[in-house]
DNA sequence: GTTGAATTGTATGCTTTACTAACAAATGTG
DNA sequence: CACATTTGTTAGTAAAGCATACAATTCAAC
């Protein structure tokens, strides 16, 4: 083998923990975190989501889906209430604060976005994305 | 805002998130994570360097390298020795079995990777780190 | 239609990673 | 020499992930 710098998922990992720290940054003032973000984004775009749908949007099992959603709701951004059509199931749906919460977010995920894509052209962002899409696909 | 498959940090962190598990499956029978195997590199490549260096490499901080450090020492593979030319810092070396762990780790990196660049060319490969080193460097 | 399997949510506990703050020892600088 | 910086260390906090177990609901087989 050689070195480190030859293996793609260490480059991946690097890459995480730089997005990641940059992300935390441009959040301490709302005090949301990735994963709280994009749980929002999804409840926003599709109201009365299961958890269930949810975790495999994102890629959580039901367990850590819980945690989070249990933090958003405490915090009085999500409401969960039975399905109609499936009693297992907890539809969820954003409050006016978590709608709000959400449209700030997505103002500082505009700005935190454009600190990463200054790196690239159009083109390789394009590019980019095809490539990581297959892996998480 | 658009949807959030538009949005290149959530792509990074879920394809993080497929590496990340991955990488679990395959070393859950050496009980290492990714974090270990590139400090037990690293040391392995550099006999002697300083934790404060590792950390630097690692993109860490001195709090979380002393964790990684103080599992890989209570493990027998790591050893922390005064440095002679300065003595504020501790000098990391493997030991026998820390060497024999980093082979075996290096051949299950081998099957890893293979798993995750079987979907890409090598020209991809390489446009692919080429890309995120510009994230993380 | 009833029984048994699968799905979904929930609760609990454990592990890893990451960060902050404070302190001590060694080193470097005025 | 006095003071600031660097490095390691400890302790505490928090997020995220996973496994397990259990209850309620739904689905499927018979």
Redesign the interface.
Known sequence: ?G??DG??????????????RH?TETFVDLGLT?KQV?LL??VG?EPGVAQIELGQR??MDRATTMTIVNRLEQRGYVQRRRSNSDGRKQALYLTAEGQAALAEA?SC??S??AW??A??TSD??K???E??????E
Do not use: N, P
């Open positions: 083998m070195a480190l293996i793609v998922g260490f480059h991946i990992r690097l890459a995480h923990g730089a997005v990641y992300f990735q994009s984004w999804v775009d994102l890629r997505k995920i505009a935190h976005e990463l894509q790196r690239f390789e962002v590019k980019l994305v490539l990581l899409t297959r892996i998480h």
